[in-house]
């Protein structure tokens, strides 16, 4: 079976670009989770879904981040515009029932901001 | 405070030697805790959960201690491919999902 894919596993950006990352996740899941690491701040919630409605978004960092999961099967991380700052790896996660706590994760998304 | 904080190590531990760390965490009000374990550039996966009781799974055994507020993972035997970073994670609202990672505790297991 297909873990949680996200797509681009890499990507270099100009500061003041948008960046757009994306995430498919388990068939069947019905809660869908970002989350940003770093060295300095370890794993960060950022937001997360439940049955495609944004329940928490309170660790999104400012108004340039935004997430939107239109359906089951798809959701997006956008910044705009990026800074350097924002140069971390974004992990999404889907889990398969409420407060299961097992969350499976994707392979990350590697952004570099110059 | 940090919310949850773990001694980041490394600890270097020889092939057959037990090891154990800990984790703290700030919310007393937090309910339901787990190990994940993640291994070098890739993704988190979970080890095992914690319960109040104590719980077992093979070579690794975890136990939480509320009235500290801190939680604990022993690994036994330990064996090469156990050497990776291991983070304790907490839920600590109620009625959410979200779950809150220490930055983890990187363990070398030496030949």
């Known amino acids: 079976d297909a873990g949680v894919i996200q797509s681009p596993r890499h990507e270099v950006t100009e500061m003041g670009q948008e960046v757009t990352l994306r995430c498919k996740p388990i068939?069947?899941?019905?809660?869908l989770f970002w989350y940003r690491q770093t060295m300095m701040r370890g794993l960060e919630l950022l937001i997360y879904f439940n049955n495609n409605v944004p329940i928490d978004d309170s660790g999104m960092p400012e108004d340039r981040f935004s997430a939107k999961m239109p359906n089951a099967s798809f959701s997006t991380l956008k910044i705009q515009p990026s800074e350097p700052r924002d140069s971390a790896v974004y992990f999404c996660?889907?889990?398969?029932?409420?407060?299961?706590?097992?969350?499976?994760f994707g392979p990350g998304t590697r952004l570099t901001v110059t | 405070r940090k919310e949850v904080e773990q001694d980041p190590g490394p600890f270097n531990v020889p092939e057959g030697a037990t090891v154990a760390f800990n984790c703290t965490y700030s919310n007393s009000a937090s309910q339901s805790f787990f190990w994940y374990r993640q291994d070098c550039r890739k993704e988190p996966k979970l080890l095992m959960s914690?319960?109040?009781s104590g719980n077992e799974d093979g070579r690794f055994t975890a136990q939480l201690n509320r009235a500290s507020q801190y939680i604990s993972l022993l690994i036994r035997d330990s064996k090469l491919s156990d050497s990776a970073t291991y983070l304790c994670v907490v839920n600590m609202i109620r009625g959410q999902e979200g779950l809150t990672f220490g930055k983890g505790t990187h363990l070398i297991i030496q030949p």
């Open positions: 914690v319960y109040s």
């Open positions: 996660a889907s889990s398969p029932r409420d407060f299961s706590y097992e969350q499976y």
């Open positions: 068939s069947g899941h019905n809660s």
